[in-house]
């Protein structure tokens, strides 16, 4: 079993940039494909942007395409979200979550995560 555990959330003004990270502790970390999502407070849990297990491959939401950036560091067991241009809509707490059966692009496949770290960007 894999832990997560978020960090780098903060308050931005909107068009600046945050860059959050996940640690992933164990000794498999290759063997899952990791995933970023978030949920606004009345909303329902979304997709953000997942990575494949090498990091040769990525996926993103509509809405944040062009602007955040996933990227994995497999020797450190890290997951990574750059996120530039940054939007009053995009605040939300953002969960680190890993699946190890599935495709990096099953969205619905990620059964572990992090406890999440907020994200406020002010107008």
């Known amino acids: 079993q894999v832990q997560l555990v978020e960090s780098g959330g903060g308050l931005v003004q909107a068009g600046g940039s945050l860059r959050l990270s996940c640690a992933a502790s164990?000794?498999?970390?290759?063997?899952?494909?990791m995933g970023w999502f978030r949920q606004a407070p009345g909303k329902e849990r979304e997709f953000v942007s997942a990575?494949?297990?090498?990091?040769?491959?990525?996926n993103y939401a509509d809405s944040v395409k062009g602007r955040f950036t996933i990227s994995r560091n497999n020797a450190e067991n890290t997951v990574s979200l750059q996120m530039n241009s940054l939007k009053p809509e995009d605040t939300a707490v953002y969960y680190c979550?890993?699946?190890?059966?599935?495709?990096?692009?099953?969205?619905?496949?990620?059964?572990?995560w992090g406890q999440g770290t907020q994200v406020t960007v002010s107008g």
């Open positions: 979550a890993a699946t190890y059966t599935g495709s990096y692009l099953r969205t619905h496949g990620y059964d572990t």
């Open positions: 164990g000794r498999a970390f290759s063997s899952y494909a």
């Open positions: 990575v494949s297990r090498s990091g040769a491959s990525t």
